[in-house]
């Protein structure tokens, strides 16, 4: 079978790799100037940086572990992001270090006690109506006030006030001196960075990569030039001409650039939980992979939540009934009208994925696709 895939990230370099390993032709129209999507990492320095944000892998899935392993040798970095409060420095996840930092408790049960203190002073609803209310009930004031409130309004550029409840119905709390912000039992970093594994999967003489192509060009000669099967993995609702309205989305704003000095920040991510500060965090790339890269440089990226509009990428889909109707809507358009259409990935399937989980999504298709 011949298969047109679009886009070259994670969900469709995977369904490409396993197709061309069963014989079948495949061609990626990619619109960027690099394969990978979202995960492309770029060597400047010597250091390995995540062009479109921090990603580390991490997974419960020993299987998934096992697979992404074929492509790459991983380190064994430990996800331990900090929060900066106004200059204030606290361990995230929220553990026995924060609330150390936070009230001078020594014990997890001065620790709860704090907290239930601060909830009970409070008066809350029974039953939060909106991510303020939610939040305060789990965490308390102070909690919420120094590393909630400022960063989720960026995140999501509205007031507490105005978001879902159900956005942040748990909060990781941990009642131990442990600052590993993952519990999955597997977590690292590619070494030599996570444009190799792409690389790696698309090395197929039976797969032709076009860069720099816009499927949406030409949807029209693409979707009728004798491909058995497309598989999308940009905006459904975009595939669509958006004629049901459009989905929500967040984008991102990345300012990267390069410092004379080895060690910048002394973190690979510091989380700006204040709202005055108009970026979310700060990456410094050489420190996933423990300092590697030139003597007397570093590079940092700064990243700045956006409201999404067409000229824009969109990164997160907004999670809220009035999206999860509309993409019901465009998934039941795509059964009538568009039987050699699958969608996939982050934006096809309207979902925010993991890299774990875009991988263990894209082998559901191939097993389903290829009957094994």
Not at 35 to 63: E, P
Not at 242 to 259: C, V
Request: avoid cysteine; hydrophobic fraction near 30%; aromatic fraction near 16%.
């Amino acid at each position: 079978m011949k298969y047109l895939v679009i886009g070259s990230g994670l969900f469709g370099s995977t369904f490409a790799y396993e197709a061309a390993k069963r014989g079948h032709k495949v061609t990626i129209l990619e619109k960027r100037n690099h394969i990978a999507g979202n995960i492309y990492t770029k060597k400047i320095d010597g250091i390995n940086v995540h062009m479109y944000g921090a990603h580390i892998f991490h997974t419960n899935m020993k299987n998934i572990w096992d697979y992404v392993n074929q492509f790459a040798d991983f380190n064994n970095y430990i996800n331990s992001p900090i929060a900066n409060y106004n200059g204030e420095i606290y361990n995230l996840p929220f553990n026995m270090n924060t609330f150390n930092k936070l009230w001078g408790v020594k014990t997890p049960l001065e620790a709860k006690n704090k907290i239930e203190e601060q909830k009970n002073n409070l008066n809350l609803p029974d039953n939060p109506k909106n991510l303020e209310e939610q939040a305060l009930s789990l965490a308390g004031s102070d909690i919420y006030e120094k590393l909630i409130k400022g960063y989720t309004e960026k995140q999501w550029g509205r007031s507490a006030k105005k978001l879902p409840s159900f956005i942040i119905r748990r909060l990781p709390f941990r009642f131990t001196y442990n600052n590993n912000y993952f519990n999955d039992q597997y977590q690292g970093i590619p070494i030599g960075g996570y444009t190799q594994i792409i690389e790696k999967m698309l090395s197929s003489n039976l797969i032709d990569i076009k860069l720099n192509t816009d499927f949406f060009d030409d949807k029209e000669k693409y979707l009728n030039t004798g491909y058995d099967k497309v598989i999308f993995t940009g905006m459904i609702d975009k595939f669509f001409n958006y004629q049901y309205g459009e989905l929500e989305y967040r984008s991102l704003k990345f300012e990267t650039e390069e410092k004379n000095i080895d060690n910048y920040q002394g973190n690979a991510v510091i989380n700006y939980t204040d709202s005055n500060t108009p970026y979310t965090r700060v990456i410094e790339h050489k420190h996933f992979e423990y300092g590697e890269g030139d003597k007397g440089k570093t590079i940092i990226t700064h990243e700045y939540p956006q409201d999404w509009s067409r000229d824009k990428e969109p990164y997160y889909p907004i999670n809220n009934n009035r999206n999860k109707a509309l993409y019901k809507k465009y998934v039941e358009l795509s059964k009538k009208e568009n039987n050699n259409v699958i969608f996939g990935g982050r934006l096809g399937q309207y979902r925010y994925y993991n890299m774990d989980q875009t991988i263990m999504s894209a082998l559901q298709l191939v097993k389903h696709e290829f009957n094994f």
